[in-house]
């Protein structure tokens, strides 16, 4: 703060009356304009975590605290450079906390910079890919661009089956169907990153072959619940294309909750009878073989147990209506009435397979979350392009600096939600509450940052951006489907809660 010199009782070149300087100097001078006096001055400074706002309070301080003689006190009359001993605030050194070393190249404690850097007994986590993973993202990338065309989508929503078998094929030559299975069933042995990389790339481009019906869910409960014998007969056809999978769980009254299963599997003398019906299967209408919960009945009745059964698509009694998803794609509902299975239809020992379900949906839900970010990363850029040509009043529109801010906002929500999705699929693997936890977390943060990015960009294309003429539409849709899809964010901000109070408790 500049103030005017006080008049004749102030000292030459000084600006304070030598009265108060005399007293400053003895440490007595007393609080003026509501600071303290120097002795509490100095506390302010000196104290150990002394936050911001106390800081704020010392306006200057002295070059005596530094080793010279200056008195500590607030700057009167004109700013000029050739006054020695006086700093402003802002350049003095912050107070430290016992134990913090200071230095220009942290302010964190030694102990926790040691244990980033691997030397404390904690490994610092590294997020950077690895040189195949970035090999697979280029190639990724690459296929998706040359690929799919405004063309090819609407080619392929008007198509009965919803996707290209000729592209399903390349998938496959590819080695993207067999990524994540396991290596003694013709897989790769890949993981859930992976599988992220290949669907951000798959977001970018609006695929909309089966992968996660297939590869996601389908493969992956079978190679989680399924018998060797079972394994062996369904997976290397996955890996090489020539078998597509679904899985059927949802129910009309389950509303999300996995546990609820009305869907019936009594067990016969020449194998199970099923019965029931299931909502939202994912390309289910092109599947050889679906997988459909049941809760399974033996000869003493309800066995409380959820059981995973392998249905051929030609069944008797398996009735499907298949309709286009929003966005892209295809679905279905099923009906099963009466529907004989053999004995080996069952997957695995008949154990609950509720555990199972909950795992695969966590997954999927990564892997769903992975295509969104890839989604909301295209409506960023093309959006941003937009607004660089289109010109309003003579100058482009990202002239503006209002513009600016919202893309700003829409660029920060796709860096978050693209955290949201690696920690999820990071956590793929870990124990269940902590993988429900970054699931239902990442699909909740995802779903709101998407809904953002999709409104801002078809706010900021105007009346263009809800025309069939640009894509921005398609891609918004897509992740209107998205926020619905295993629950929406609604629902999982609930279930991440209510998982949070159980790890509590336990």
Known sequence: MVRASLGAGCAQGQGVPVHRRQLERAGGAPARHGQPNRAARRAVVARPGAGTTDRDKTVLRAEADQGGGQPLGRRHGPARRDRPGLRAASTLPRPQSPGVRHDRRSIRPASVRAQAAGRGGVDAMDLNLSDEQKLLRESAERFVAESYDAEHRRRMANDPLGFSPAVWKQFAELGWLALPLPEEFGGLGGGAVDIGILMEAFGRGLVSEPYVAT??????????????????????????????????????????????????????????????????????????????????????????????????????????????????????????????????????????????????????????????????????????????????????????????????????????????????????????????????????????????????????????????????????????????????????????????RRAISA
């Open 215 to 500: 590869i996601v869910l389908g493969a992956a409960l079978i190679a989680r619940c399924g018998t060797s014998e079972q394994k062996q007969a369904s997976l290397p056809k996955v890996a090489d294309g020539s078998l597509k999978l679904a899985f059927a769980h949802s129910e009309r009254a389950s509303r999300f909750d996995l546990a609820k299963v009305t869907t019936s599997a009594n067990k016969t003398a020449q194998g199970w009878r099923l019965s029931g019906s299931k909502i939202a299967v994912l390309d289910g209408h092109a599947a050889d073989e679906i997988i459909v919960s049941a809760h399974i009945h033996d000869h003493r009745g309800p066995s409380g147990r959820i059981g995973l059964f392998l249905v051929q698509a030609t069944t008797s009694g398996l009735v499907i209506s298949d309709y286009a998803r929003l966005g892209g794609g295809r679905a279905c509902n099923i009906e099963l009435f009466d529907a004989h299975l053999p004995e080996d239809a069952l997957l695995g020992d008949g154990s609950d397979a509720l555990p199972a379900i909950e795992w695969a949906v966590d997954r999927a839900m990564a892997a769903l979350g992975a295509e969104a970010v890839g989604i909301m990363q295209t409506l960023l850029e093309t959006t941003l392009d937009y607004t660089k040509i289109r010109k309003q009043f003579g100058r482009p529109l990202s002239a503006n600096q209002v513009i600016r801010h919202r893309l700003a906002d829409m660029a920060m929500q796709v860096d978050e939600a693209r955290s949201m999705a690696l920690r999820a699929a990071l956590k793929a693997d870990s124990a269940p509450i902590e993988r429900a936890r970054a699931a239902s977390g990442a699909k909740a943060k995802i779903g709101k940052c998407a809904r953002f990015v999709g409104e801002q960009s078809i706010q900021l294309h105007g009346g263009m951006g809800v025309t069939e003429e640009l894509e921005v539409g398609a891609y918004f849709k897509r992740l209107v489907a998205f926020d619905t899809l295993f629950g929406g964010s609604a629902h999982h901000y609930a279930r991440h809660a209510e998982l949070g």
